[in-house]
């Protein structure tokens, strides 16, 4: 999910809009308005992850790695589940996020996370997909998930892994979060290659691409409230 998100520099913005940036500044979400922002973006972005998985495709993020570990568990007849996976892997980014953008963000992370995981599971018996053309998968993925993860952006939360580490470098550094993830995604799907059928693997970049797209093309830190 190596989306290139674009953030204009706090110059450029209080040069060209000073008295909008400065409300923009002073504004914040309330708790109800965080709570329902971060619960419709989470059952987007699960509605995404489930369609996904039905037909049989990966991502980049954790979400990737989460989906590839429990193919593998499988294919070998262990019953192991994307939510409890994806939920498990995000454990060790949960401090990092604390020490690096505050307890705010690391509990919205973990709100997030939490909140996919148990809706993964609940689709799954609700929502039964029996069959998906792959390209309609990857497409209806991208668009629904990369609204879930504008959402969680603009309300200060994120899906956990990466995102966190990407969102944190680009805040600190200015390395675009982008970058990061697509460095990490080239890695995640080089490891698929070897896992899983070629023709799924393309599949998949074509739901990142998507994905990458809605990102890309939406969010901008100077449309929004990120507070």
């Not at 400065?22 to 109800?32: I, S, V």
């Not at 909140?115 to 053309?133: E, G, N, R, T, Y």
């Amino acid at each position: 999910m190596c989306a290139d998100i674009n953030i204009q520099s706090a110059s450029t913005d209080s040069a060209t809009r000073p008295a909008e940036n400065a409300l923009r500044d002073e504004k914040h979400y309330t708790l109800f308005e965080d709570a329902q922002g971060l619960l419709i973006a989470c059952v987007q972005a699960a509605l995404g992850l489930h369609l996904l998985r039905a037909a049989g495709l990966i991502t980049g993020g954790t979400a990737g790695f989460a989906l590839i570990i429990s193919y593998a568990a499988q294919a070998k007849g262990m019953d192991v589940g994307f939510g409890l996976v994806f939920f498990i892997i995000n454990l060790p980014f949960y401090l990092f996020a604390y020490r690096a953008r505050g307890l705010s963000f690391c509990l919205k992370s973990l709100a997030s996370v939490t909140m996919v995981s148990v809706m993964a599971a609940i689709l799954q018996p609700f929502v039964h997909v029996d069959a998906i053309h792959p390209a309609f998968a990857a497409i209806l993925f991208g668009i629904s998930t990369g609204v879930g993860l504008l959402g969680l952006f603009r309300h200060s939360g994120s899906l956990g892994g990466v995102s966190i580490v990407a969102l944190v470098l680009q805040d600190k550094f200015g390395f675009k979060a982008g970058w990061t993830q697509c460095l990490h995604d080239a890695v995640l799907f080089a490891i698929a290659l070897w896992l899983l059928p070629l023709d799924r693997v393309g599949w998949s970049l074509l739901g990142a691409v998507v994905l990458n797209a809605v990102i890309a093309f939406n969010h901008r830190r100077d449309w929004y409230v990120v507070t």
